[in-house]
């Protein structure tokens, strides 16, 4: 039996309010554990975050040029 789970930013160090510049997945894609989600870029680095959880992405809660914080909604998967 499949189920939704959401997956939140996790700790990305000492930054907060960071920029999203790239998403690489779309509604319907698939993917597995550590495919980069989505690209975030700080006054100091540039840094992928992968997936935590492998399944097909039903929702995207974020846009490029949104500013995220550790913990905030990413998107949802169907496991």
Same mark, same amino acid.
């Given at each position: 039996m499949s189920q939704i789970e959401k997956v939140l930013l996790p700790d990305i160090g000492d930054f907060s309010d960071v920029e999203i510049i790239e998403i690489h997945v779309?509604?319907?894609?698939v993917l597995d554990v550590e495919d980069p989600i989505l690209t975030l870029e700080s006054d100091k680095a540039t840094m992928e975050v992968p997936s935590p959880i492998a399944g %097909? !992405?039903? @929702?995207?809660?974020?846009?490029v040029?949104? %500013? !995220?914080? @550790?913990?905030?909604f990413l998107v949802s998967v169907e496991t």
């Open positions: 779309s509604v319907g894609a %097909k !992405i039903t @929702e995207i809660a974020v846009a040029g949104d %500013k !995220i914080s @550790e913990g905030d």
